[in-house]
């Protein structure tokens, strides 16, 4: 198994591009996020899904949009990219949660994105 | 804002010193789960946490979940320079039908040999 993959490794971007992001898990897992990473601030979740066709918003979701058409790939889209979103994004995934007790996460290797 | 909180933000640590991070919430959690990410590298999952008062080892690192399920800690006894990198914990708040897992701000270990 690849586990959860992510392309591209490094991407640069000017302020107003727009870029997807590409994940994709061979697990099967029914849940998926997004998060950024950022000095001092942890990982903050941007979008998730629990299922295909079923997104919804995390902690920092301005600026990015997710879907689900498959249980395989989660992309996350820049609208239109600004300096802030400067930050190392990882894409997880996991079995469902059951009783409120989350399992195990995997990330992928993550995408450095720069905003000049 | 962030609502589960890690101290501290850095440790630097003898090698062969022990290393203890915290992890708090402002909210009663129902798991806490720690992570480990290496340099450059992507957060690995380490061990879950779901009993209040719950004590579970792996080798020189001890986890424990306080008894009133809003903190937790991580001890290494006996660093090594393989332990290098940052630590993070993430706690799955109760709240009914919206469960989140949230990661705390993490701690960074860095050993000197």
């Known amino acids: 198994n690849a586990g959860v993959t992510q392309t591209p490794k490094f991407q640069v971007l000017k302020t107003g591009q727009s870029m997807t992001l590409q994940c994709a898990q061979d697990m099967n897992h029914e849940y998926m996020s997004w998060y950024r990473q950022d000095p001092g601030m942890g990982l903050r979740l941007i979008h998730y899904?629990?299922?295909?066709?079923?997104?919804d918003q995390g902690e920092v979701p301005n600026g990015y949009n997710v879907s689900r058409s498959t249980t395989e790939d989660f992309p996350l889209r820049l609208l239109s990219a600004a300096p802030s979103q400067t930050s190392v994004y990882f894409c997880?995934?996991?079995?469902?949660?059951?009783?409120?007790?989350?399992?195990?996460?995997?990330f992928g290797p993550g995408t450095r994105l720069t905003v000049l | 804002g962030q609502q589960v909180m890690q101290i501290p933000q850095y440790q630097h640590v003898q090698e062969g010193e022990d290393f203890t991070t915290y992890c708090n919430s402002s909210t009663t959690l129902s798991n806490i789960q720690w992570y480990k990410q290496r340099p450059g590298g992507h957060p690995v999952f380490l061990i879950q946490?779901?009993?209040?008062?719950e004590v579970k080892k792996q080798k020189r690192l001890t986890f424990q979940f306080g008894e009133a399920k809003k903190n937790s800690s991580l001890h290494i006894t006996a660093t090594q320079t393989t332990d290098v990198g940052t630590y993070f914990c993430a706690g799955m708040r109760i709240n009914f039908g919206n469960e989140k897992l949230t990661f705390g701000t993490g701690t960074r270990l860095t050993i000197i040999p």
């Open positions: 899904s629990v299922g295909a066709g079923i997104t």
């Open positions: 997880a995934s996991s079995d469902p949660w059951l009783a409120g007790v989350a399992d195990t996460q995997y």
């Open positions: 946490l779901v009993k209040s008062g």
